[in-house]
């Protein structure tokens, strides 16, 4: 069956960068856009980041924009979040999901999701 | 932006009673919405797709109704592994925007 496993979190301070991972498999990651969610402890989910099928199209919440870049590498069936300049605000679980879409404008819901790997930003 | 609001924040149920969650958009979202159940430590779960449609997983106690800006999730017989937290979300429009959740606990 369809698996999301992230990685790559951590503790890190303000201003600095981390990069996430999340590696797919059991489906044909290529037919899927891909996307990143977050929630803060003891928070809700906040939606991050989205990536097309093909790479070819990326959106962000404005909180994220310019900061973090969403990416994959279909060769090994992974979506990278890079997030740079980090704040306080971005502590955080990360989620990432496959979307029932393809991520141009044919939007689609989020099954599976991974485990989540936390980041938390401190000095 | 569309916000996403949901009521009750949180729910008090007896096992066996019935649940009702409501999720409201502040534009249409047409029948572009999700629900999702989590529990403490975990990942969310996809629960209900396109408003009204159940995903295999979960039993048929559950379901789901609205279109438009109006959206409900019905729990019709409370099990003790039912009490969670439960978000809505519209994938109508990018940004795409959660619910803040409803938690379902024992009264």
């Known amino acids: 069956q369809a698996q999301l496993e992230e990685s790559g979190g951590g503790v890190v301070q303000p201003g600095r960068s981390l990069r996430l991972s999340c590696a797919a498999s059991g489906f044909t990651f290529s037919n899927y856009a891909m996307n990143w969610v977050r929630q803060a402890p003891g928070k809700g989910l906040e939606w991050v980041a989205v990536?097309?099928?093909?790479?070819?199209?990326?959106?962000?919440a404005d909180s994220v924009k310019g900061r973090f870049t969403i990416s994959r590498d279909i060769s090994n069936s992974t979506v990278y979040l890079q997030m740079n300049s980090l704040r306080a605000e971005d502590t955080a679980v990360y989620y990432c999901a496959r979307e029932f879409g393809m991520g141009y404008g044919d939007n689609g819901w989020f099954d599976p999701w991974g485990q989540g790997t936390p980041v938390t930003v401190s000095s | 932006e569309i916000v996403m609001t949901q009521s009750p924040a949180t729910l008090s149920v007896s096992p066996g009673e019935r649940a009702t969650l409501s999720c409201r958009a502040s534009q249409s979202v047409s029948s572009n919405l999700a629900w999702y159940q989590q529990k403490p430590g975990q990942a969310p779960r996809l629960l209900i797709y396109a408003a009204s449609t159940r995903v295999t997983t979960f039993p048929d106690r559950f379901s789901g109704s609205g279109s438009g800006t109006e959206f409900t999730l019905t729990i019709s017989s409370l099990q003790s592994e039912d009490f969670a937290l439960y978000y809505c979300?519209?994938?109508?429009?990018?940004?795409?925007?959660f619910g803040p959740g409803t938690k379902v606990d024992i009264k």
């Open positions: 990536i097309s099928y093909d790479g070819g199209n990326k959106y962000y």
């Open positions: 979300q519209q994938y109508d429009n990018w940004p795409f925007t």
